[in-house]
């Protein structure tokens, strides 16, 4: 007799956690199946997010801007310091302890909730009198039978024809994380393929432990999802540190030459610039970070007659409902952004639906953060956007060269925009290149969820000195108003 559950989830990433955190606090009873496993083969919950994605690529952009700091920055400040090192191993192995801690504290969430977790594979056998029977294949294999189910099995990261990954010298984000695990040294020379949020980030990373990094970029603009202004400016400064752009190529052959043992070796990328030009470039390493591809294999969605769709993710609703009666679907493996908050916020509503409430999940209202240096966030229409659709609107900008906060932190880069309704006022967008910008960006968020004004943000009093009071010079801006430049 297989065990029964009233929700069963499939994929315990940001998305499959927290709908089945949820799920439990309603009253439900939830198990969660999850196939990843850490270096020991055990249960590594969190999914791509805490395993190869946000937490990670997030503690290494930390340590190796602490280096940055300390390298260049901290003369400024009257430090001075002697044979500064970088200790690559350790850096990466404080990194894995950061991952585990995630890992347990979402183990320690689940029995908290009461939520039964199951180490392996999930996949759908069959519908049966009022569920689906879903085998786990693992450690210990079983047949659980759910009400409902929610599919929240992510993504993966998308292989460059003719050029798989080995994760020695071709890397997906995975091998991109662990570069110097074994050999203590950053890569001397890296190139990366995808000038997206992954390739930015880790690009950022390494170039800052001394390697020599070169970004080849298929689309014809730098960022082209953001505001044009901020990518503008992100590309001047990025380049003004050392990153080297090629934007608008055509990748031709990719050749590796192995090293010794299958270690070390490096990388030839051919490729063709924007005007047809033939050129190469040699690396010892080479990031490709060019998208992702929902996962689905394994899960025999046939057997319940579901399919996925020509882009491979599964096809839902709004509400994320699949045209099967209650198997939902969230996250990366449906449409929408790859972000592991949208994921989270999906997981909360389809939980809430399921026991009878009315979860929401506002599309128009998801932040994108790239967590480079400056940081650059943004919710809501770029210029761009407002242009095309044929919005009238009013535009107001404040640089952190004019804050108080910015300049003793000694970091004055970029600038806060926004956006607002010429007629109304109501705020359409905010955008930020700069110190910061993932904080600063939620302020943004919650304005926007409420409609408020530019105006609004304006009346507000912001903390003296604060990075915040460039967001509200901003909102000042829009009316031609500011105080302070
Ligand atoms: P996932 O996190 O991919 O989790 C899916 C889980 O399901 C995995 O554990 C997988 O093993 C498991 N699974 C799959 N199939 C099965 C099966 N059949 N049976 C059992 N288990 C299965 N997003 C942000 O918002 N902010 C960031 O800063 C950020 N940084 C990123 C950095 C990198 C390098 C990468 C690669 C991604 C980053 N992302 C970031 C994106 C974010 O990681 C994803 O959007 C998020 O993880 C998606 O969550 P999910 O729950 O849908 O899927």
């Known amino acids: 007799m297989s065990k029964q559950f009233d929700v069963i989830v499939i994929g315990a990433g940001p998305g499959g956690y927290i709908a089945a955190i949820r799920a ?10 999850d196939e990843w496993k850490n270096e020991k083969g055990g249960p590594a919950p969190g999914g ?84 689906y029977e879903i085998a786990v294949t693992g450690d210990k294999s079983e047949t659980l039978t759910g009400k409902q189910i929610i599919v929240a099995t992510g993504s993966s990261a998308r292989q460059l024809p003719g050029a798989p990954f080995d994760e020695e010298n071709i890397l997906s984000n995975d091998g991109a994380l662990r570069i110097g695990k074994t050999s203590g040294a950053a890569p001397k020379k890296l190139g990366v393929i995808g000038s997206g949020v992954i390739g930015l980030e880790m690009g950022s990373v390494w170039r800052r432990l001394g390697a020599e990094v070169t970004v080849l970029e298929m689309a014809p603009s730098f960022l082209g999802g953001c505001d044009a202004a901020v990518a503008k400016e992100a590309e001047k400064i990025f380049r003004k540190q050392g990153l080297s752009f090629e934007l608008g190529v055509k990748i031709g052959e990719v050749k590796v030459a192995a090293g010794k043992n ?39 969605l046939d057997a319940v007659g579901l399919a996925p769709d020509e882009r491979g993710f599964i096809p839902v609703d709004d509400e994320c409902r699949t045209s099967v009666p209650n198997i939902y679907a969230i996250g990366d493996v449906v ?91 109501e705020i359409l967008g905010v955008h930020i290149v700069g110190p910061y910008a993932s904080e600063l ?44 430049f």
């Open 24 to 33: 439990a606090q309603l009253g439900l009873n939830v198990a969660c199946i």
């Open 48 to 131: 791509t997010c805490t395993n190869v994605g946000c937490i990670p690529s997030k503690a290494l952009l930390q340590s190796s801007e602490h280096f940055e700091q300390a390298a260049h920055h901290f003369g400024e400040h009257g430090i001075s310091l002697k044979d500064l090192k970088m200790d690559v191993k350790k850096m990466i192995a404080r990194k894995d302890g950061v991952v585990k801690q995630n890992n347990d504290g979402i183990l320690y969430l689940f029995k908290k909730n009461k939520v039964s977790f199951f180490h392996g594979k999930g996949s759908f056998v069959k519908a049966v009198d009022g569920g």
């Open 262 to 300: 299958g270690k070390g070796g490096s990388v030839t990328v051919h490729y063709e610039d924007a005007n047809g030009k033939a050129h190469s470039i040699d690396s010892d390493r080479l990031i490709v970070s060019i998208g992702r591809v929902p996962n689905t294999e394994g899960l025999t």
């Open 335 to 425: 449409r929408g952004p790859m972000l592991a908050h949208k994921a989270e916020e999906e997981a909360v509503a389809v939980a809430e639906r399921i026991a009878g409430q009315h979860g929401h999940v506002d599309f128009a209202l998801i932040p994108w953060v790239i967590y480079t240096s400056p940081e650059i966030a943004w919710v809501g229409k770029t210029e761009q956007q407002l242009k095309e659709q044929g919005v009238a609107y009013k535009a107001g900008s404040f640089p952190f060269m004019a804050n108080g906060r910015a300049r003793a932190l000694g970091d004055t880069t970029g600038f806060v925009k926004f956006l607002a309704d010429a007629k109304t006022d």
């Open 441 to 484: 960006i939620a302020e943004a968020c919650v304005a926007m969820a409420f409609r408020a004004s530019s105006e609004d943000i304006a009346r507000i009093c912001h903390a003296h000195p604060s990075l915040s009071e460039s967001t509200k010079e901003a909102a000042l801006a829009v009316d031609k108003r500011t105080l302070s």
